[in-house]
């Protein structure tokens, strides 16, 4: 059961999963980084 939203803090609620959206795939864009900097290293 959710809650009934209005408009303004629907929008809101979006912006925030917007937001944690984008930081969750940076995060993983970073450690995707990391663990092919350490693959590379490794084979020097």
Known sequence: ???D???AQEA???R???SRSIVMGLCLGALAVLFF???MAKML
């Open 1 to 3: 059961m959710t809650p």
């Open 5 to 7: 939203l209005t408009p």
């Open 12 to 14: 809101e609620l979006r």
């Open 16 to 18: 925030r999963q917007k």
């Open 37 to 39: 900097g350490i693959s």
